[in-house]
């Protein structure tokens, strides 16, 4: 199976080094010296590592036969596409990859759906499902322990907790205020 794990960004300096947006959870891995990855565009590849570093928090890597910065600055947006063998599983029991994910049912607790996972988006802060509702409309589920309760691969279903207004456009109110000051209005003084 083959997956995106970064995309190339801008050059940087004049010896052919580039960024990367990483989009993967185990760059170690996937963008490690020697790892040799297909591209989309697939005539600009493959692409073989040849070395990494971080510089100011961002991952910059060096393609062998790539010397300087215009043959860096010609890889820009050029997706890195790695082989996966899709029975790998990420270390930690409660990681998942991106096409673990995709296509998975979404339910609330008590069963009710909610529609179909067709991305995930990788945010700095959190991840987030992208979940297509039977309607057609989409709805962001934030991927954190406290909204998504359960994540069930062999039943293909991701189950959430969402807090009110989340996947409806009504938020539930916190108080009857609004009921009491609807019930002034209709009275009156007499």
Known sequence: MQLVVARIGRAHGIKGEVTVEVRTDEPELRLAPGAVL???PAATGPLTIETGRVHSGRLLLRFEGVRDRTGAEALRNTLLIAEIDPEQLPE???EYYDHQLMDL???TVDGTAVGRIT?????????LFIVERPDGTEVMIPFVAE????IDLEEQRAVIDPPPGLIDDRA???SGREDERDGEQDGGDA
């Open 147 to 150: 909204i998504v309760t359960e």
């Open 172 to 174: 539930e109110t916190a």
């Open 92 to 94: 930690d029991e409660d």
């Open 105 to 107: 049912d979404v339910v």
């Open 38 to 40: 297909a591209t989309d």
């Open 119 to 127: 991305e995930i988006s990788h945010l700095p802060s959190q991840d």
